[in-house]
């Protein structure tokens, strides 16, 4: 039998066919690149829209991320209706008790006590005479930590409101002392229209319900927010140059420069 010998492939062939097989590989990594320029656009496009809209307070997070996260702030912004609605109900009980049906925190405390002390003395010492097994009353501690951190927490924060009231009475910030000054006036005028407890559930009830409103409504809320304190800059920047930059600073600015 002859061997048939293999003719070999012209070169033209071959060089047709790798070309073939290149361009489509430059194609197909072309389009890709192509596919991730327009990905990229699109990212940097979206990022400077979320940049230009305005957020109030300048706020860059989520509230849930603002009010702290976790449980606080699921509570704030009722994730859980049962328990948030359970609380505030609770809230609103103790206010009808103590403000509408004038209850004292004292007497109620006692008469609490009394109740609950009584019904476990009286359990405890029948449960051998009934068979029944008597009371487990847990066993109540506070954690060291715990105290500890919100000692710490409280003493950070009343120590910064000292340090706010030092500067503001050396005159080195008159926006912030009128800011402060407008503040305890409103609560002044607020304290003269209703007592503590009323306006402590006030700012319960607005503690449970701006936030949840605001998260609902963000966007209509934001734009509002954005006329607003466009209008308050404006007013401010007349009223700063007729009437406060007249005013002299505080000698302690002064030393500074």
Request: proline residues 4%; glycine residues 6%.
């Amino acid at each position: 039998m002859a061997d048939h010998k293999e003719e070999p492939v012209p070169e033209s062939v071959m060089d047709k066919i790798t070309e073939k097989f290149h361009g489509g590989d430059s194609s197909s990594s072309s389009s890709d690149s192509d596919d991730e320029k327009k990905g990229s656009s699109l990212a940097s496009a979206a990022e400077a829209m979320k940049a230009k809209i305005y957020r109030l307070f300048g706020r860059e997070r989520p509230v849930h991320s603002v009010l702290g996260g976790g449980k606080p702030a699921d509570l704030i912004l009722w994730r859980n209706r049962k328990i948030s609605g359970g609380v505030l109900a609770g809230a609103t009980a103790i206010w009808l008790l103590f403000e509408v049906m004038e209850y004292h925190l004292l007497t109620l405390v006692c008469h609490c006590l009394i109740l609950s002390l009584a019904i476990l003395f009286l359990w405890s010492n029948a449960s051998t005479f009934i068979n029944k097994s008597p009371p487990n009353i847990p066993e109540v501690k506070i954690p060291e930590d715990v105290a500890v951190n919100v000692a710490l927490s409280l003493r950070y924060e009343i120590n910064r409101g000292f340090a706010t009231l030092r500067e503001i009475g050396h005159g080195r910030d008159l926006k912030k002392f009128l800011i402060v000054i407008a503040g305890l006036w409103l609560l002044s005028v607020l304290g003269s229209c209703c007592n503590f407890l009323t306006l402590f559930y006030i700012v319960f009830v607005a503690l449970y319900t701006v936030p949840v409103l605001y998260e609902k409504y963000e966007d209509k809320v934001d734009a509002f927010g954005e006329k607003a304190m466009t209008e308050l800059k404006k007013y401010y920047a007349i009223f700063d140059e007729k009437c406060l930059s007249k005013i002299p600073k505080g000698p302690l600015k002064d030393k500074k420069h």
